[in-house]
């Protein structure tokens, strides 16, 4: 059971628009600990995607959108492409553990 | 161009060791904190390990807490992961990643990880 809880699976068809949630705890998301995005194509090492909740690194597409709020932190894709099928991670610290943690990871399938 | 390659996996026995590097090239090494995180066949990412920039203060996860120790060598720009007592549970492909400066603890460049299997 991750400390960051996202949904398993999400999906969109092709040019539409779909978010991944991050639900953490008052000893994370809800302390101020910023949250970050890693996308992992199949076979790959993760790369980061949004950091600091909401910025994205030079040659991250800004089809790719963070936004944290409280306890919960969310990733947009718009405008959907093939390409995007991959895992998605959150990740933040954790005050209670000591440590960063990461989401479970949620598997965007383009159909 | 700004690597991090990752060596020393391998297959060993339950109660075994094994030492992990990761080569930075393409930055200062010493001028930034750098982490380890895993990766079990089919599952998804769980931190492992931090340790700061000068070597001086190191974190782990619970579950290797007391079993692995990261270590750092600036003069050698490479990072360590020393596994010891190891565990069919620490079977993982193992990544060393570096945070970026400003980056609030986020990891902007990661290695292609190493395989670690643990097994009789």
């Known amino acids: 059971q991750s400390v960051l809880t996202q949904p398993p699976s999400v999906s969109g068809a092709p040019g539409q628009r779909v978010t991944i949630s991050c639900s953490g705890s008052n000893s994370n998301l809800g302390a101020g600990y910023d949250v970050h995005w890693y996308q992992q194509l199949p076979g790959t090492a993760p790369k980061l995607l949004i950091y600091?909740?909401?910025n994205r690194p030079s040659g991250v597409p800004d089809r790719f959108s963070g936004s944290k709020s409280g306890t919960s932190a969310s990733l947009a894709i718009a405008g959907l492409q093939a390409e995007d099928e991959a895992d998605y991670y959150c990740?933040?610290?954790?005050?209670?553990?000591?440590?960063?943690?990461f989401g479970g990871g949620t598997k965007l399938t383009v159909l | 161009e700004v690597q991090l390659v990752e060596s020393g996996g391998g297959l060993v026995q339950p109660g075994g060791s094994l030492r992990l590097s990761c080569a930075a090239s393409?930055?200062?090494?010493?001028?930034?904190?750098m982490h380890w995180v895993r990766q079990a066949p089919g599952k998804g990412l769980v931190w492992v390990s931090r340790l700061n920039s000068d070597g001086s203060s190191a974190t782990y996860a619970d579950s290797v807490k007391g079993r692995f120790t990261i270590s750092r060598d600036n003069a050698k720009n490479t990072l360590y992961l020393q596994m010891n007592s190891l565990r069919a549970e620490d079977t993982a492909v193992y990544y060393c990643g570096r945070v970026g400066i400003g980056y609030k603890g986020a990891l902007d460049v990661w290695g292609q990880g190493t395989s670690a299997t643990v097994s009789s």
């Open positions: 600091s909740n909401n």
């Open positions: 990740q933040s610290y954790d005050s209670r553990l000591s440590g960063s943690v």
């Open positions: 393409g930055f200062t090494f010493s001028s930034y904190w």
